[in-house]
């Protein structure tokens, strides 16, 4: 919906003139502001301690402040055409993100040349004034309409929700973790950063000559971690079933080894980890542009699975779902299109798996398919194509019809749309926890929040 905004040409304008705009104080527009401005004074970013005392401060910044009256003078009095010619400005009080602000302006003399004359100020909403001051501008000479709408949005960049993840897990005991074979830096510093964030208690499994000399890369100290010296990766991952089933470990960490090595020790029929479900990955996605979690799966472990191992699939998933505290998640089967034909064998499957939610087959989630990928997550497109469902649009789980449609749209996201993955299987007897040498600090730390909140339900 476009908006236009009018404009007072300087003609029609009358002292004592008067307009103001509203506006909430966010996070993102601190973060906004220090990116275009180029300050990055800690004082003024929302999760930054600015001056020592163990707590962010998060004050919005003076000429952030002082942007509002611009506001009110570029888009209402005079409006557009108008420009900067003069401003003074006092600050006699500070804003927080979450605060509501009043900008307003008062026309207090016409000039010539066009030059007209404002008194300005800001206020919170609770009437105390932070700035106070006097704009000269020159009004604009004739009457414009401008569609203020028609500009490009941003996308903060802004992990709010693996934030809340990792608060929650951070009060939780840390998991007694296996970590095999983490011997290069990347693989090591993952385990390392989960232990610090008292996520996981990692237990280092490898050849330990390796572990240290990628402990003296990352400067790690490894007096404090358990070490188990078992160069053979094969061995290694064996060892780190045994832990599971001796009740020493209640999770597997994927380090520095080939996946196909670490899973083949832990499905195996006898000794391994195997239940009564299939095993399967699950992408927790963090995605900038959603208001929740994104699940992905399977997009890592099974290829082209049939029928009932997209059961097992769906099932893993919602499990998890419940682990992180979604209570009923929305599963969306993803097809190429929304409709049952029997020339994409997918939109079968996809029709089959909602049913079997709604006969009990599948339990504690809303499951819904054939979807296309755009009606799985948007309102508007799944209305467009009259699409009457509870998931439609809504989706928070996306089951995939192979690993090659779930490994592209989950790397899509991560490197075109800015998210951020954790990654698990789930399946096993524990959690296991895999990483990739691309992953960052916090798909990192991710991963160990989701194994450790999922974890906490297992007990």
Known sequence: MSVVEVNTPYDDLVVGMEAEATRLCREEDLFVFANASGNLNALHLPDRDGDGDGKAEGIAPAMWLASLISAVLGNSLPGPGTTYRSQSLTFVGTAQAGDTLVARVKLVEKGPDLTVRFETVVERSDGQRLVEGEAVVAAPAQRIEANAADIPG??????VHFDALLTRAENLPPIPTAVVAPEEPEAL?????????????????????????????????????QMVDIPDHSGAAAHAVRMVHEGRAKAIMKGHLHTDVLLRQIIKRDGGLRTGRRLSHVFVMDVPSLEHLLMITDAAINIAPD???????????????????VEQPKVGVLSAVETVNPAIPSTLDAAILAKMADRGQIRGGLVDGPLAMDNAVNL?????????????????????????????????????AHAESAGIVMGAACPIILTSRADDDKARLASCAVAALFAATEE
């Open 154 to 159: 941003l996308t903060v960049r802004r992990h």
């Open 189 to 225: 510093a993952g385990a390392i950063l989960g232990a610090r964030h008292t996520l996981i208690d990692p237990i280092l499994i490898g050849a330990v000559d390796k572990i240290a000399k990628a402990a003296k890369i990352e400067g790690v100290d490894l007096e404090t971690y």
């Open 307 to 325: 029928l009932m191992a997209k059961a097992d699939i769906v099932q893993n998933a919602i499990d998890l779902a419940h682990a992180l505290g």
């Open 380 to 416: 508007g497109a799944a209305r467009t194509k009259g699409i009457t469902s509870l998931v439609a649009g809504r989706a928070e789980i996306l089951a995939v019809p192979n690993m090659e449609a779930g490994n592209m749209l989950a790397k899509e996201l991560t490197f075109l």
